[in-house]
């Protein structure tokens, strides 16, 4: 079956080959050799014993495949890898990566399609604990295959109205029995008004979401009225109407619910705007159940500053059906500093946030199969060849049958110089969850600095702390990183580039320790 959604995309190109969609294909080989240093490939426990050191070379042959033209958009992007490893206890093994997209217009400025496949090697591990390395020898990889077909089709009322019509099916496979295969389909269409409307504008937002994990699903219908009542005012009539099966986990919560909100917004200057509205929720279902904050009115307030072009604050508090939200959002800028910091409070339920992450993009980890924070701090039951990660180091559990208060804070600040940068960032996760009353909490730091030493040469460094406490603090886990990488362009096709990675992870559960360093001289060579 994987063969042949591949074969569809390479057809697919070939058919739009001519005519409108003729164009330049431009092929790029390229060409990547690394010798990398391990002291602890198999990542084993500090306190095992089995810790093995190896020296490893890898042999990445690729290309690089494009067109473009009027209509049409492909780009594919392949590489080969080959591990050979000089000890005598691992085997030499290969693996591919590779990414294809087509972009195509059927008819002009109507209909489209978009097409994406993708492969790749990722490791479970929703801490991003360990090495992201494909020569590390651990039962803590996957191969990770997906693909995707949305066509689209756009449409013009004359000058009323303007809709969008699409539906995206995905697929995602992972060689890693322990993770479940799944799939995904939205459905959505948007009808917005035209430029013939002067004094208010109106958008109807529909959409239905369909997952094979879970069998969870979504199905939900929004409208928003706005109408210019002055210069400063505007007054503005919407609706919410959802069906949504992971309310299931909340007893009583009534799956069906419909929404309408009113309001009004003051609009002082381009500095100062706000926003207040409420409104009442009908078919609520049974709200005695006093574990979750549940109720029948909704209000919403929210406050956006804007003192200059570079400065930003938002402020907003929302009073929702099943969970109050409150967050706020900070930005500055200025010429060579940029800060920002964020804080939401979100209620949520597992199976809801299975819908929004279980088929997330190839490049995540893993698409919400162990999503971190996913109802705590993801899961990850899988073992390392040398016992450095048992089901005993799972990041915690996701409880299906409970519900999660999500508190997150983030702050992030970065400096910027001729031949230096600065960057540093610091976050607050916590979950609480409202039945068991049990509660998970990560927070970290990291900082790095890059350094320009000439036109073709950077330094790099990288450091970052975290600490996690699960079910109350009975566990505490202290994750470091850090990382410097020195590299330098010979020639604009040639590069290459000498990086040292150390990590440690240090926890209350003697199984789950472990120390990692990696020594890595590479060079790319693009033709």
């Known amino acids: ?78 590489s080969f890898g080959y591990i050979k490893y000089y000890g005598k206890e691992f085997s030499d093994r290969t693996y591919n990566r590779g990414s294809a997209s087509v972009n195509s217009e059927l008819i002009r400025r109507h209909l489209f399609l978009n097409v994406n496949a993708a492969i790749s090697q990722q490791v479970v591990d929703p801490s991003r604990a360990f090495s992201t390395s494909a020569a590390v020898v651990s039962n803590n990889q996957t191969e990770t295959r997906t693909i995707s077909l949305q066509p689209r089709l756009n449409n013009r009322f004359a000058r009323y109205a303007n809709s969008d019509l699409s539906y995206k099916y995905t697929i995602i ?70 069906r949504n099966n992971y309310l299931q986990s909340i007893p009583g919560v009534s799956q069906y619910y419909i ?11 381009r500095k100062l705007k706000m926003e207040v509205g409420g409104g009442a929720v009908l078919n609520p279902g049974d709200l005695s159940n006093k574990k979750i904050t549940a109720e029948q009115t909704t209000w919403r307030a929210v406050v956006t500053i804007a003192p200059s072009k570079r400065t930003s604050m938002v402020f907003g508090r929302e009073s929702a059906f099943y969970g109050d939200r409150k967050y706020f959002d900070m930005s500055l800028r200025t010429r060579r500093t940029s800060w920002s910091a964020n804080y939401s409070e979100t209620l949520i339920t597992p199976q809801q946030l299975r819908i929004s992450s279980s088929l997330g993009s190839s490049g995540s980890a893993l698409g919400g199969a162990t999503s971190s924070l996913g109802g705590g701090f ?48 610091a976050f607050l996760d916590k979950g609480e969850y409202q039945t068991s009353k049990t509660q998970d909490k990560r927070y970290g730091a990291s900082g790095g600095v890059v350094i320009n030493l000439g036109r073709v040469m950077v330094l790099s460094n990288q450091a970052s702390a975290q600490r996690y406490f699960f079910n109350n603090g009975s566990r505490a886990d202290n994750i470091y ?17 000498l990086a040292y990675q150390w990590r440690k992870r240090s926890t209350t559960s003697a199984s789950v320790r472990y120390t990692a360093q990696q020594v890595i001289a590479k060079l790319d060579v693009t033709f």
């Open 1 to 78: 079956m994987r063969c042949f959604a591949y074969a569809i995309i390479y057809v697919y190109c070939l058919l739009f080959s001519g005519g409108v969609f003729a164009g330049k294909w431009e092929l790029q080989p390229k060409l990547s050799v690394s010798e990398t240093y391990f002291d602890n490939i198999t990542l084993a426990s500090d306190e095992s014993g089995q810790k093995n050191k190896e020296l490893v070379t890898q042999l990445i042959p690729g290309f690089t495949l494009s067109k473009q033209s009027r209509r049409l958009q492909i780009s594919t992007d392949y």
């Open 173 to 242: 496979d992972y060689s890693n029995s322990t993770l479940d295969s799944s799939q995904q389909s939205i459905l959505q269409y948007n009808l917005n008004s035209g430029r013939w409307f002067k004094r208010s504008n109106w958008y109807v937002s529909i959409s239905d979401t369909r997952s094979t994990r879970s069998n969870a699903s979504r199905a939900f219908l929004n409208a928003r009225l706005d109408y210019e009542i002055s210069r400063h005012w505007k007054a503005f009539l919407m609706g919410r109407a959802q």
């Open 259 to 269: 929404n309408p909100e009113a309001g009004l917004i003051w609009t002082a200057s």
């Open 378 to 425: 993801g899961s990850s039951g899988f073992s390392s060849a040398g016992g450095g990660v048992s089901s005993g180091g799972a990041l915690n559990r996701l409880d299906t049958n409970d519900v999660l208060l999500r508190k997150r804070l983030s702050i992030s600040s970065s400096i910027s110089r001729r031949k230096v940068s600065l960057n540093a960032n």
């Open 481 to 497: 990183s850090f990382n410097s990488t020195l590299s330098r362009q010979i020639r604009k096709n040639i590069s290459t580039s």
